[in-house]
């Protein structure tokens, strides 16, 4: 996701909905049980493109942390299965699997559980 037009491209299919962009990124980027440097970077920029501003970095963690809580207490599984249903209410779906693609391949590639996050995002029609 090193491609800005990339970003800005992908999160212009949430207007209004940043906290669906939230969702998604931070659920790809934690699917292996840590968040590394590459989706770091690339939280950060997905997340000001969603905001349409620059973001201090207390505002980024603290987004990012109430989404890693959601999934810790609720497990990865059921929080892919419910953004998957908002996704199909706000008309966005496949626009949500193309950015978790972007926000999974940021890093070292495509690791399983991201693969298996994608697919449940996917299978939700």
């Given at each position: 996701?090193?491609?800005g037009?990339?970003?800005r491209?992908?999160?212009?299919d949430?207007p209004g909905?940043?906290?669906?962009v939230?969702?998604?990124?931070?659920l790809?980027?934690?699917a292996d049980g840590?968040?590394?440097?590459?989706e770091?970077s690339a939280?950060l920029?997905t997340?000001?493109?969603?905001?349409?501003t620059?973001l201090?970095d207390?505002?980024?963690?603290?987004?990012v942390?109430?989404?890693v809580?959601?999934?810790a207490?609720?497990g990865?599984?059921?929080r892919?299965r419910?953004?998957?249903?908002?996704l199909?209410?706000?008309?966005?779906?496949?626009?949500?699997?193309?950015?978790?693609?972007?926000i999974?391949?940021?890093s070292?590639g495509?690791?399983a559980?991201?693969?298996r996050?994608?697919?449940?995002l996917?299978?939700a029609?």
């Open positions: 996701m090193s491609n037009e990339n970003v491209t992908l999160v212009e949430f909905r940043p906290e669906l939230v969702e998604i990124a931070v790809l980027a934690q840590e968040i590394d440097e590459a770091s939280l920029e997340l000001q493109t969603a905001f349409g620059s201090s207390v505002v980024v963690r603290a987004l942390e109430e989404v809580e959601m999934v207490a609720e990865a599984e059921a892919a419910a953004l998957s249903a908002r199909v209410e706000a008309g966005a779906l496949e626009a949500g699997v193309r950015l978790a693609e972007a999974a391949a940021s070292s495509v690791g559980e991201e693969a996050l994608i697919e449940l996917r299978s029609a």
